[in-house]
């Protein structure tokens, strides 16, 4: 086997060095090159921001420590043309200054809906912002998303990345305990964006982290209603009109949640109304094995994206209230324009005495892992 490290970082515009990793473990090629390049292109709150570009050689996936940020991923079609296929803006530094929809951002403390904007811990209770609604969202009004992160980069034969560490502390958003989260994003020689968090705290809390990629697999040209979805979930959690489980886990049987076998998306939401923004049951229990949570198709482009997860469920989201939003490249974003597979705990679990707990004590180990594997059908 050959193996080079280059180093290579752009800081602030300038050369200071490059990244280049090589290795032979793909089947296709006898060389697979390992890159990373990282440029400092902002400050928030004294903090340097970075722009990661990861490649290795077939596939790009662009990071940022702003808010454990997926910015780009960049992969090929059927006939090798690259594009991106993640809703995003221009540059890593617009997403400090104009509000999106949570495009590729890690979301915390606590993702998706609590409702009322409160939770009762051991006869506490915690009131939480209100930003969707009646209800709390994705970590509050300065939520994970919004935090600059310590990042470190990292590499070895397979696998090129960035660990991020942020300190959440005790009352942040309204949440008990110092919280230390960890989180790893890195891109594998087998075309795998791999997203792990680790997270401790001193007191007791809650904690259920994602990642809010919106995908399109079509790179963007229009909406994803062509997408083909296969999700191997038995069931799903129903919602009420404010988007609350409504504390019931119904069989998928006979409804339009039914993605057992594959279904055009198109076809699914003239059978729901609106779309889709609801939490896919993938275990009843949290345990550390991976499972195949989904795969989805593009017919058109040839991409196809089969995403692994250890964690319960997956928020399926199609962009329901997205419309007229000005993207990157000078592209509108509408309504279905991309979908969000949010893989994480069940929402507003601490309110649900049958959902799995969302609870993480002093001594134990948040653990979750996210896979997004990328391909090409011929």
Request: proline share 5%; net charge negative.
């Amino acid at each position: 086997m050959k193996s080079n490290i280059v180093l290579y970082f752009l800081f602030a515009g300038c050369l200071v060095s490059a990244c280049s990793q090589k290795s032979t473990q793909e089947p296709m090629r006898e060389e697979i090159d390992l890159t990373i390049e990282a440029k400092q292109v902002a400050e928030h709150q004294g903090n340097p921001v970075f722009e990661y570009l990861l490649g290795n050689g077939t596939m790009q996936v662009e990071l940022s420590n702003y808010g454990g940020l997926v910015s780009k991923i960049i992969v090929p079609d059927k006939n090798g043309k690259l594009e991106n296929i993640a809703l995003t803006l221009d540059h890593v530094e617009d997403f400090l200054t104009k509000p999106n929809p949570f495009f590729g951002a890690t979301a915390g403390r606590v993702a998706n809906r609590i409702a009322n904007a409160e939770f009762r811990l051991d006869g506490t209770t915690y009131t939480l912002a209100k930003t969707n609604g009646n209800n709390h969202l994705h970590g509050g009004v300065e939520g994970f998303n919004k935090k600059v992160w310590t990042p470190e980069i990292y590499s070895n034969d397979s696998v090129v990345g960035v660990k991020m560490t942020y300190l959440s502390i005790d009352g942040e958003e309204g949440y008990p305990g110092n919280l230390e989260t960890t989180l790893w994003m890195e891109l594998t020689t087998d075309n795998t964006l791999r997203i792990r968090f680790e997270a401790i705290t001193d007191k007791k809390t809650i904690v259920n982290l994602t990642n809010h990629t919106y995908f399109n697999l079509g790179g963007m040209k229009r909406d994803v209603l062509d997408h083909e979805f296969q999700f191997w979930a038995d069931y799903y959690t129903p919602v009420d009109d404010e988007l609350i489980p409504t504390g019931e886990v119904k069989d998928v049987t006979g409804t339009p949640f039914d993605f057992r076998s594959p279904k055009i998306l198109g076809d699914q939401i003239a059978a729901n109304g609106e779309g889709f923004d609801h939490n896919m049951v993938m275990k009843l229990e949290k345990s550390p094995e991976m499972k195949h949570f989904v795969q989805v198709r593009h017919p058109e482009t040839g991409r196809i994206m089969d995403m692994y997860s250890d964690n319960t469920g997956v928020q399926f989201y199609t962009a329901n209230f997205i419309s007229n939003f000005p993207g990157a490249d000078g592209k509108t974003y509408d309504k279905h324009w991309g979908f969000c597979l949010e893989s994480q705990n069940w929402p507003d679990a601490i309110n649900h005495e049958n959902f799995p707990s969302p609870i993480l004590n002093p001594g134990e180990k948040y653990e979750h892992q996210i896979e997004y594997k990328f391909s090409v059908e011929k």
